[in-house]
Structure formats: C-alpha cells, structure tokens
C-alpha cells in the first residue's frame, strides 16, 4: 500500500498489515506531519491519477500519450514508486513513568543543587552585594547539610 503525505513530497510504501480499515494515526518521517489515515481514502486517488504519469513521460522527452491501458499505467506507477522512499509507520506514543525515571529526576536534582551551592560559593564576594546576607544563608546550609551527614551516619550504625 502506499501513502503520500498530505504534504506532496514524500510517499511510503507500508505493509497493509499494519493499517486497520478503520483508520490510523500516522506520522511522515520526512516532515514529522501528523494525520488520520484511512486506507480506503487515498489508494483510488493515487492510482487514478494519470497527472504523475504524464509528467513523468515528459520530463524523459517521451511523447505524452492521451489514453493509456491498464499494463502501461501499472508500469509507470510501479516505477514511480519504487523510486520513492520506503518506510513501515508504526507511531504508538506511550508516556511511561517508571520509577528509575524518577530515581534519575531526583539524582540530577540534587546533582543541580549542590552546583548551585558551589557557584554561590566561589562568587561569594561579588554576590554579596546583591545579596547581603548571602554568608550566613551559606553558612546555614553548610551546617544543615553536615547535620543531615550525621543524622544518616547515625542511622546506619
């Protein structure tokens, strides 16, 4: 089966399989474009279209014919389909919240966190113009995190 983005540049060849007759979401991997697809939509059009075939025959300086049969209209529309990009679409996009995400989340927090300390840190003397009271923010931290230090070293003994 194939299906030509609403876009006009790409076409895919895709497995009829994967396309049930009532239709499915699929994206273009050329352009990222989104769409309802049902399959009985757009295959008559697509094959009905002599307008691809007589382009094609004059762009080869071959002589445009007004009426084609049925082997020579099947001919060039296998060749112009050959020649396009092949793809199987299957787009199902599933949020997934597992727990190592969230084990993941907090580490580059608490990774963030203690960056911030350490820039605050190193341009303490600047900052305390914007900040006056920037030491003794930081040195309350430095005292709770070293608090928390024991606290955890006591409860694992």
Not at 37 to 51: F, L, M, R, V, W
Request: proline fraction near 3%; glycine fraction near 2%; charge should be positive.
């Amino acid at each position: 089966m194939i299906i030509a983005c609403p876009c006009g540049e790409k076409k895919f060849e895709v497995n009829s399989d994967l396309i049930p007759s009532t239709g499915r979401t699929i994206q273009c991997g050329a352009c990222n474009h989104v769409w309802f697809y049902k399959p009985n939509q757009s295959i008559k059009k697509d094959i009905n279209d002599t307008s691809i075939i007589k382009k094609k025959l004059t762009k080869s300086k071959r002589k445009t014919v007004q009426t084609f049969n049925n082997e020579t209209l099947s001919k060039e529309i296998d060749n112009i389909i050959n020649k396009k990009d092949k793809a199987l679409i299957k787009y199902e996009k599933k949020s997934i919240f597992k727990f190592t995400n969230f084990l993941a989340y907090i580490i580059i927090f608490i990774i963030t966190f203690f960056a911030l300390i350490i820039i605050l840190d190193t341009f303490q003397s600047q900052l305390s113009i914007i900040f006056p009271k920037l030491e003794l923010f930081l040195f309350n931290l430095y005292e709770s995190i070293e608090d928390i230090y024991l606290f955890t070293k006591d409860l694992i003994k």
